[in-house]
Each structure stands twice: as structure tokens, then as C-alpha cells.
């Protein structure tokens, strides 16, 4: 097995080749973005008005119509399936934003130095 160089910095210890190359490419305001989209998904998620609270009345009005219990929410315009496609979409936003977030952080895994000890 070969041993990677290593730099130590005050979080720990880095390969040296990797750091060399992100300390030349990669723009750490990419995570601040990344931070920004996590905010909206947060939003998007879990406030009032939300995916949770689609979710929520999704299962009321499904509960309805597969089970047969009384209304629990009230009767949209919007069809039943129209509205389980607005929330299939909200989630693949959700995935798209997750995705970048994960995108961005990749470079950075490039810093895990070999460890000779396994």
C-alpha cells in the first residue's frame, strides 16, 4: 500500500497532493452557497405551507379516497393526482438541491490521506 504524504493542519491531518490542488481550485464560498440552498430546502421542508404540510393533507384526502374515512381536508380545485404531482416535484427539487450540496463537498473527501496503519 502505498503512503500518501500528509500536512497537518489545526483540524487534522491532510493529503498533501489533494490539498495542493484544491488550495488552486477549489472556491470555499461554493459551501456558503451550499449552506444557502440547505436554508431554502430547510424552508421548503419543514414551514408553514411546506412539503411536510402537503404531505400532511396528501394523506388526509388519500385516507379519504383509499380508505373510505370522512373528509379530513378540505376539497381542493386542484385534483387529488394534480396535487401528488406538485408534491413529487417539490421533491425532486429537493433531491436536485440535496445533490448539489453533495456535489460540492466531493472535492474535499480528496483530502482523506491513506491511512498505512489498515
Same mark, same amino acid.
Given at each position: 500500500?502505498s503512503?500518501?504524504d500528509?500536512?497537518?493542519?489545526p483540524y487534522?491531518?491532510?493529503?498533501a &497532493?489533494?490539498l495542493?490542488?484544491?488550495?488552486?481550485t477549489?472556491?470555499?464560498?461554493?459551501l456558503?452557497?451550499?449552506?444557502?440552498?440547505?436554508?431554502?430546502l430547510? =424552508?421548503?421542508?419543514?414551514?408553514?405551507?411546506?412539503?411536510?404540510d402537503?404531505?400532511?393533507?396528501?394523506?388526509?384526502m388519500?385516507?379519504?379516497?383509499?380508505?373510505?374515512a370522512?373528509?379530513?381536508?378540505?376539497?381542493?380545485h386542484?385534483?387529488?393526482? &394534480?396535487?401528488?404531482?406538485?408534491?413529487?416535484?417539490?421533491? &425532486?427539487?429537493?433531491l436536485?438541491g440535496?445533490?448539489?450540496?453533495?456535489?460540492?463537498?466531493?472535492?474535499?473527501? =480528496?483530502?482523506?490521506p491513506e &491511512?498505512?496503519g489498515?
Amino acid at each position: 500500500m502505498s503512503i500518501t504524504d500528509t500536512i497537518d493542519t489545526p483540524y487534522g491531518a491532510v493529503a498533501a &497532493d489533494a490539498l495542493n490542488v484544491l488550495e488552486r481550485t477549489y472556491d470555499t464560498t461554493r459551501l456558503l452557497a451550499a449552506v444557502g440552498t440547505l436554508d431554502v430546502l430547510r =424552508a421548503r421542508l419543514s414551514d408553514p405551507g411546506s412539503l411536510r404540510d402537503d404531505l400532511l393533507r396528501l394523506h388526509g384526502m388519500a385516507h379519504t379516497i383509499l380508505n373510505g374515512a370522512s373528509l379530513t381536508v378540505s376539497s381542493q380545485h386542484e385534483p387529488f393526482v &394534480d396535487q401528488v404531482s406538485d408534491v413529487i416535484d417539490q421533491l &425532486d427539487a429537493c433531491l436536485a438541491g440535496l445533490y448539489v450540496i453533495r456535489e460540492t463537498l466531493l472535492p474535499l473527501e =480528496a483530502l482523506r490521506p491513506e &491511512d498505512a496503519g489498515e
